[in-house]
């Protein structure tokens, strides 16, 4: 009766210990099939919007769709091996098909780093220069640089694994194969880190860099254009332009003071830079509307 308390004790941390062993992998199991069905889900309906409506069916949504791509083929055929060869702690499945998941792990993972680079190299030109964007960036052109994109991933991953240029996770001579992992020598790993990782991720921070600087710069020259400050202004109210049945009081009241009446030549100023503020927005506006 003395020991009872220490068996209880026992007898719970063995309890608590064998629920964590038996429910530990399950749950994970859980959880990341959960993951890879909404990777799927998500990526398969974004596509399927794109093509089914013809208002998507533009230029830069071209990159959007190979992005989703990218991913859709991460969820596919990467993460379920992976999904696999975490829980069972080693390779359960045929051994030849190692190389070729390490092979579309690296490309997909570039793939998609290289995708968001495009977009936005895509979204730089279009906000620089939004009236000259369908003549700078065509359907050929994306289409070329989504094959870019692609060729640049399969060269950074199936040429490098085809030609042995590293070692792979596994021995060939021995029945029991263990976790497929993609071991590299440290010339590979700096090169393909710079090529699929570090470049792109540099010319991602570049180009939405740039693209808020242009942003705001166009903003201000918009502001500028819509709201001229008024050549006279009275003292203790904000300078702006008045409207016109107040301009007309004003002309009568004091129509023998003649000093201060402008020339309708230099009141039509601020009404032509206010007008080609409105063009300038009313094409942009169209674009947007297009794309």
């Known amino acids: 009766m003395e020991n009872s308390p220490v068996n209880l004790n026992r007898f719970g941390w063995l309890l608590n210990a064998t629920i964590q062993w038996l429910l530990g992998p399950w749950l994970l199991a859980f959880m990341l099939t959960i993951i890879i069905l909404m990777t799927i889900c998500g990526n398969m309906l974004l596509i399927a919007l794109v093509f089914a409506h013809r208002s998507l069916r533009c230029t830069s949504n071209c990159f959007l769709v190979s992005l989703f791509l990218s991913d859709l083929m991460v969820a596919l055929v990467v993460m ?5 060869n975490v829980l069972c702690g080693a390779w359960v499945l045929w051994p030849a098909f190692c190389p070729v998941w390490l092979c579309f792990d690296v490309m997909c993972c570039s793939a998609s780093i290289l995708n968001l680079c495009v977009i936005s190299l895509d979204r ?4 620089i220069s939004p009236l000259r964007y369908k003549q700078r960036m065509t359907p050929p052109r994306a289409l070329v640089l989504v094959g870019a994109a692609w060729g640049l991933a399969v060269m950074a991953s199936f040429l490098p694994i085809e030609m042995k240029w590293h070692s792979l996770g596994h021995r060939s001579g021995h029945s029991s194969f263990p976790g497929c992992r993609l071991r590299v020598t440290l010339p590979f790993a700096l090169v393909a880190s710079v090529l ?8 991602i921070c570049f180009t939405y860099c740039r693209i808020l600087l242009a942003a705001r710069r166009q903003a201000k020259r918009v502001a500028a254009l819509s709201h001229p400050p008024h050549p006279h202004p009275s003292l203790g109210e904000p300078s702006r332009p ?7 009081g004003q002309a009568q009241q004091d129509g023998d003071d003649c000093s ?19 063009i300038v927005f009313i094409h942009v506006s169209e674009n947007i509307k297009e794309r």
């Open 80 to 84: 379920p091996p992976a999904m696999l």
């Open 124 to 127: 730089y030109l279009f906000i």
């Open 196 to 203: 699929t990782f570090f470049l792109p991720s540099s010319a």
């Open 242 to 248: 008045p409207s016109p049945g107040v301009a007309v």
């Open 260 to 278: 201060h009446q402008e020339p309708p030549v230099s009141q039509n100023v601020p009404v032509r830079k206010r007008d080609q503020a409105v």
